[in-house]
């Protein structure tokens, strides 16, 4: 009898931090599944995925895919279906694509906040829905889902108004599903992880509507990052621990993974200072 494929699914596989939980899966062994199924924008020509994923301990199979159309979900499936056949189930699920720009709320073009949404709330939401309709989470097997979102989820944040929005309902989200699930007795558990910035390409693409001279041109990562507020600098997370942590959170059964101390410290900030107050020391 041919054994079901079990997948673990990892969304932004070509970011700094899908490589990172790509490295660290890899350790893994079948702990979450079987079989890894990578998706990107460019995830099939990545180097680095490429190279990670040589390495893995389970096969693979790399889909390009751009998660904020509209029928993204329907498009990964026939994907998987197309390489695999339709014999598989998900045993992880890491949304982990996401983009986000920073800057007043009405600077910022709609087809960009639209984008982030998509991909921040939507694509996740909408993953979720459709491999639940469809059958793709057994009620009989584990289920881990990790759900990228960040330490601006815990308070509205000026100048990242929609990201902190956006992550603050993935938060939300991830937690109340595992109420329903627990409720249901249901072997499915969700974590967030709620990291501080790192180092990646997502600080030059937030960088977009700043000004030049506060983000030194955001020609690279590195000056990006200098153009960050001292707080900020000193929450820089790297993305290998992020993804370490958000797998120790899960395997626990936690319902949030921070990664670092400061990013706690915040989280509790947050709960102790008026939201607006908090908002407004935060959107520097």
Sequence with gaps: MRKMKELIIISGADGSLG???????????????????LTGLKVEENSGCKRLAAALPLPYIAINLDLSKDNAAEELAAAINAELGCDWQITCLINNAGIGFKGPFAAQNSKDQELCLKLNVFAPTLLLSYFLEKGKFSPHSKVTVINVASSSAFTPQANFAVYSAG????????????????????????????????????????????????????SSTSNAAAGLPLYKKLALENPLKVAKSAIKAAKAGKDVSYSSFITYILRCLAGLLPAGLFARLTGK
């Excluded at 939980?21 to 199924?37: H, K």
């Design 19 to 37: 490589q990172a939980f790509l490295q660290t899966l890899a350790t893994e062994q079948t702990y979450f599944g079987n079989y890894y199924v």
């Design 167 to 218: 992550k603050s309902y993935l938060r939300n989200f991830s937690i109340a599903l595992n109420a329903e699930w627990q409720a249901a007795s249901l072997p499915w558990h969700c974590t967030v992880a709620c990291p501080g910035p790192m180092l990646s390409a997502f600080l030059q693409t937030a960088a977009k509507y700043l000004p030049a001279d506060a983000n030194k041109n955001s």
